[in-house]
């Protein structure tokens, strides 16, 4: 089954991180999956914010034009994270586990898709040095939720905001 833009039909439209599946997320509202996502390339945690509210292409229109793909580098709410880490799955993980938590319709759309049915996403990436989220990693936590899996093991924590800044004034 599709999941995404290319599905017209439900339930495989409504997994889409496209979809308005409002949550909070260590207090931030969050509009959708790829209003969080993108949102991830701002360093600023006021546009973050912003970002964070936003549904589908508008959410992808904002974050498109940022280049993190140089540094490999994503942020969350000011803390640097590298793209290729633990450090990143585990945010990842935490937010997919929040948005199921808390999301009635995202819930309800991934207990509607069957039980034999094979998810795929034909329009996503599959570098992760190219995308904030590859197909795997996309599908990967769709099906563990299918099967009741809590995602987070261990949630992140972030060093303290001045130390961060601090050290990056260091290595400058």
Not at 13 to 24: G, Q
Not at 68 to 89: E, K, V
Not at 115 to 134: F, K, Y
Not at 142 to 158: A, D, I, M, Q, S
Request: hydrophobic share 35%; with cysteine.
């Amino acid at each position: 089954m599709e999941v995404g833009g290319n599905n017209k039909t439900y339930p495989g439209r409504n997994l889409s991180n496209f979809f308005p599946h409002p949550f909070t997320f260590r207090g931030i509202e969050i509009a959708s999956m790829e209003g969080f996502l993108q949102g991830l390339k701002f360093k600023s945690p006021e546009m973050q914010r912003e970002v964070f509210k936003l549904v589908g292409i508008a959410a992808k229109k904002k974050g498109g034009p940022k280049n993190w793909q140089q540094s490999q580098t994503l942020w969350f709410q000011g803390n640097p994270i590298p793209r290729r880490s633990d450090t990143y799955q585990s945010l990842l993980d935490e937010a997919y586990d929040a948005m199921y938590e808390q999301n009635g319709a995202f819930r309800k759309a991934l207990a509607d898709v069957p039980v034999d049915a094979v998810l795929t996403h034909s329009i996503g990436r599959t570098n992760e040095s190219e995308t904030v989220l590859t197909i795997r990693e996309f599908i990967s936590r769709l099906n563990k939720l299918r099967r009741g899996e809590k995602l987070c093991k261990t949630p992140v924590v972030f060093p303290k905001q001045e130390n961060i800044e601090n050290q990056l004034f260091i290595q400058e």
